[in-house]
């Protein structure tokens, strides 16, 4: 047996990539929130979900581009967006039992940390450059194509994307457009986080965030289109 094999994590099997630097992955499923004896500022899985993002973000676009050979580039960039989302990570993180395998401290987890689709789709980008760190782009592509490719094909029509959605949505009963503004900004220079409030006129506001301004203003659209139809107006 290999030393490779012998230090094998649990969810390598998951990820169909033995992982020559383990320690790689424990980054990458360590919260900001466990300290225990490391170095806060690098020793969790921020730095490295930065780079899962631009890695999944060209993985996706690739496989778009070779699926999709017939679709304009606003289609194509209307299926990355849904599959890049915070939704979609979340997902392929609960079908590989992620959450199990993740470092927090004792109050994150009784607070339902584990769980917390936000911290899911966080760690799962950091696993994904754990892969490409690893093992270059084949181990993150081939983690990718095994668990998006079936998300892809749930869309058989280009999506429309959030805010288009919305901004239809209120059109179509005589409303004013969305108004989207910045409420507060987070995290590291090199990884921000915007917090985006969205108000529809005769509904309560709703905010969400995002890495850019865009994808925060697109997430608070889908939150209010899922408020939208939850309360059966869709």
């Not at 959450?99 to 927090?104: K, M, S, V």
């Not at 668990?147 to 059109?171: C, F, G, H, N, S």
């Not at 969305?178 to 905010?207: K, N, Q, S, W």
């Amino acid at each position: 047996m290999s030393s490779a094999e012998r230090t094998n994590h649990p969810l390598c099997a998951a990820l169909g990539h033995v992982f020559k630097r383990r320690e790689l992955l424990e980054r990458a499923l360590t919260h900001p929130s466990d300290g225990h004896g490391r170095d806060d500022r690098t020793d969790n899985y921020e730095r490295l979900e930065f780079l899962g993002d631009r890695v999944l973000g060209l993985v996706i676009a690739d496989l778009l581009l070779v699926t999709y050979k017939d679709e304009r580039e606003g289609e194509l960039a209307r299926r990355h967006t849904q599959l890049v989302r915070r939704e979609a990570l979340a997902r392929v993180a609960e079908t590989i039992g992620l959450g199990a395998h993740i470092q927090l401290s004792a109050s994150e987890a009784e607070t339902g940390g584990r769980d917390n689709p936000s911290i899911l789709a966080d760690c799962c980008e950091a696993v994904i450059a754990a892969l490409y760190l690893d093992g270059g782009l084949p181990a993150a592509s081939g983690f990718m194509h095994k668990y998006w490719v079936p998300l892809m094909r749930e869309a058989r029509e280009p999506p429309i994307d959030p805010k288009t959605a919305l901004q239809e949505w209120a059109q179509g009963r005589g409303l004013p457009l969305p108004h989207y503004r910045v409420t507060g900004r987070t995290g590291a220079d090199h990884a921000p986080m915007f917090e985006i409030e969205v108000t529809v006129e005769g509904l309560p506001c709703v905010t969400a965030s995002g890495r850019s301004k865009r994808t925060g203003e697109n997430e608070a659209a889908q939150l209010m289109l899922d408020a939208i139809s939850e309360s059966g107006d869709g």
